[in-house]
């Protein structure tokens, strides 16, 4: 049954399904992340099970929903496949070093300057102006940022690099995988399958010199207790990594951007909270006002990111446009009574997640948005 189809009782319940799945498993495989790297302080072997769960879990998925293959020239690979595997790569470190060193909820305050680096790269590289509104938006990501750090009780400077470092990966990666969905017409799950695939051999010879060089040396692998209890929780690590992209892509396909954005927002809030009550992290109510502000400040962002794309669509960008735009053609009805479907409708917009880092949008061959919004 297609979604417009569904008894809206019965699609908005199982929305909320849905939403409450994303978040229990965004939060707890955050929290489960920071009791294996307070035991077990290895976040290249965290990324690694991370990474491994996407080429283990993505590929029978791909071939039970029937995604495409795409082919891929040489060229791709060299300037945008390597590039972006190694992003996917460094990113996870990074994000993985930054929770080991800092509480959850301050890593996840500083992953809300996504917005921040998103603008400013995209000014640079793709030479990308905003609106005012959008630029006045990043102020309360910056102030809440800066609030949540100067009062943050358990700072380490490593920690901030390291997650500022991911968050700009994060970004790279939005913009130049955008231009790859855009240009090849690959779907975004079989791109992130192939990242994954190549970022494994970037990741296994920093894991052989960095993790398990000191296992053989320190003889940590006999020194660890509860290894099976440390095995099984990598691998939840890796599965709740793994389902709350395939659960993430599956509310954007069933609820507006803007919806999105608000149920991202809500998420992020519950990784905050639940983290804060699980793991008892010491906090001020100065540095809990500083990560809400940050978090609202990405909803503004987006918000302020829909409002300039609704009036491009609106305004006529060519001669033919500004004669259809002058004279309206009367629309024609379809026998089932609505309105003729239009392909550029906002379901199709373009987004980027700290979570999937890919733009998500039904896989349609005719994808031409150039739509950039932060989540």
């Known amino acids: 049954m297609a979604v417009a189809d569904r008894p809206p009782v019965r699609e908005g319940i199982r929305i909320i399904f849905l939403c409450v799945c994303w978040y229990t498993v965004s939060s707890g495989g955050n929290i489960v992340n920071k009791i294996i790297l307070n035991g077990f302080p290895y976040p290249v072997t965290v990324s690694l099970f991370h990474i491994i769960s996407i080429v283990v879990f993505l590929p029978p998925l791909l071939r039970a929903w029937g995604v495409p293959k795409t082919e891929l020239s040489s060229r791709y690979y060299r300037w945008y496949i390597l590039p972006l595997a190694f992003g996917k790569y460094f990113a996870s470190v990074s994000a993985h070093f930054s929770i080991w060193k800092v509480p959850v909820s301050y890593a996840h305050t500083v992953k809300a300057t996504m917005p921040i680096w998103v603008v400013l790269l995209s000014r640079i590289i793709m030479r990308e102006k905003q609106t005012t509104k959008v630029y006045i938006s990043l102020i309360p990501i910056i102030g809440g940022v800066l609030l949540a750090t100067v009062t943050e009780l358990s700072f380490d400077v490593s920690g901030l690099i390291s997650a500022l470092a991911a968050t700009l990966c994060f970004s790279l990666q939005n913009i130049f995988s955008k231009?790859?969905?855009?240009?090849?017409?690959?779907?975004?799950?079989?791109?992130?399958?192939?990242?994954?695939?190549?970022?494994?051999?970037?990741?296994?010879?920093?894991?052989?010199?960095?993790?398990?060089?000191?296992?053989?040396?320190?003889?940590?692998?006999?020194?660890?207790?509860?290894?099976?209890?440390?095995?099984?929780?990598?691998?939840?690590?890796?599965?709740?990594?793994?389902?709350?992209?395939?659960?993430?892509?599956?509310?954007?396909?069933?609820?507006?951007?803007?919806?999105?954005?608000?149920?991202?927002?809500?998420?992020?809030?519950?990784?905050?909270?639940?983290?804060?009550?699980?793991?008892?992290?010491?906090?001020?109510?100065?540095?809990?006002?500083?990560?809400?502000?940050?978090?609202?400040?990405?909803?503004?962002?987006?918000?302020?990111?829909?409002?300039?794309?609704?009036?491009?669509?609106?305004?006529?960008?060519?001669?033919?446009?500004?004669?259809?735009?002058?004279?309206?053609?009367?629309?024609?009805?379809?026998?089932?009574?609505?309105?003729?479907?239009?392909?550029?409708?906002?379901?199709?917009?373009?987004?980027?997640?700290?979570?999937?880092?890919?733009?998500?949008?039904?896989?349609?061959?005719?994808?031409?948005g150039n739509h950039q919004y932060v989540v």
């Open 179 to 368: 231009k790859v969905l855009r240009d090849i017409k690959i779907h975004h799950l079989r791109l992130l399958n192939i990242l994954g695939f190549h970022a494994v051999f970037f990741m296994l010879p920093t894991w052989v010199l960095v993790d398990l060089s000191v296992f053989l040396i320190n003889g940590d692998l006999y020194d660890i207790s509860s290894w099976s209890s440390t095995l099984l929780l990598l691998l939840i690590s890796g599965f709740c990594n793994f389902a709350q992209n395939v659960i993430a892509f599956s509310i954007l396909n069933l609820i507006s951007p803007l919806s999105y954005a608000v149920a991202n927002a809500t998420k992020r809030i519950m990784v905050i909270s639940i983290s804060l009550f699980m793991l008892r992290n010491p906090v001020t109510l100065t540095n809990v006002l500083g990560m809400m502000t940050a978090i609202v400040g990405v909803f503004l962002y987006n918000k302020a990111k829909y409002d300039a794309n609704k009036e491009k669509k609106l305004l006529p960008s060519t001669k033919q446009d500004l004669m259809t735009f002058d004279n309206p053609m009367p629309e024609k009805i379809q026998a089932n009574g609505s309105g003729p479907f239009s392909h550029g409708s906002e379901q199709q917009h373009s987004w980027n997640s700290d979570h999937f880092q890919y733009s998500r949008h039904a896989y349609t061959s005719n994808y031409s």
